[in-house]
């Protein structure tokens, strides 16, 4: 496991205007994330845990501060390469799976490694494979309708895995499940992430499952403090 960090934010600032008025949401926040690390991420509603994901993984711009992932700047690149990067060194799992209703379990998962260019045999034998680890090797013909809560989430971390990334961003992943649900894709996605290698930070309001990960992390007034 390298010891360099796969994700680094530093001294982040983030306002925004309502109604005339200035609200700073971020005031300096920083943090870094090494390979095979999973960072919990807990604060109230409205402290700011999805602004910093969202700058995280670059889909919104800071108004001051660095973001370094896999030990490339990222803050000042252009939105083509901020694309690109998205694409290959990021993962992004939602609280919602956002599967695509048309498309099989399979399917969802082979999509984004077609779009990112792997070839469909290559795509379809990781996405098995992917599936087949998370328990779904028997559900991959079946379309998001005629799979339950817990198995969509799971192909929603296969696809958020699917391109390798280097990073996975998680918003409340498990926040839409039962608590026996939740515990069982919660050891699916910590399991993924300790024999990968990957880096995830994982924004939750359930502090039983923050408690499970390396380090824990609460924004209050704008800046990280470590529990």
């Known amino acids: 496991m390298s010891s360099a960090p796969a994700l680094e934010l530093r001294a982040l600032v983030q306002t925004f205007y309502q109604a005339g008025s200035a609200i700073e949401v971020l005031k300096g926040a920083s943090l870094a994330v090494s390979p095979g690390e999973m960072v919990a991420l807990v604060g109230p509603s409205g402290a700011g845990k999805s602004t910093l994901l969202q700058i995280a993984g670059l889909l919104e711009r800071p108004r001051a501060g660095e973001i370094a992932i896999a030990g490339?700047?990222?803050?000042?690149?252009?939105?083509?390469?901020?694309t690109r990067i998205r694409r290959e060194r990021l993962g992004?799992?939602?609280?919602?799976?956002?599967?695509?209703?048309?498309?099989?379990?399979?399917?969802?998962?082979?999509?984004?490694?077609?779009?990112?260019?792997?070839?469909?045999?290559?795509?379809?034998?990781?996405?098995?494979?992917?599936?087949?680890r998370l328990g779904l090797d028997a559900r991959e013909g079946h379309r998001p309708s005629r799979l339950s809560g817990g198995e969509q989430q799971r192909v929603a971390i296969a696809r958020a895995i699917a391109n390798e990334p280097a990073v996975l961003l998680a918003d409340e992943p498990t926040g839409n499940l039962d608590q026996e649900t939740a515990d069982s894709v919660f050891a699916s996605l910590l399991d993924i992430v300790r024999t990968s290698g990957?880096?995830?930070?994982?924004?939750?309001?359930n502090m039983a499952l923050a408690e499970r990960m390396d380090r824990r992390f609460a924004l209050e007034n704008g800046v990280l403090v470590a529990l």
Do not use: K, W
């Open 72 to 82: 490339e700047r990222c803050d000042g690149l252009t939105d083509r390469r901020r």
């Open 198 to 205: 990957l880096a995830a930070l994982v924004a939750t309001h």
């Open 92 to 132: 992004f799992v939602y609280q919602f799976h956002h599967l695509l209703a048309e498309f099989s379990a399979l399917e969802n998962v082979v999509l984004p490694q077609m779009i990112a260019g792997r070839p469909r045999r290559a795509a379809r034998e990781r996405s098995r494979a992917l599936l087949a």
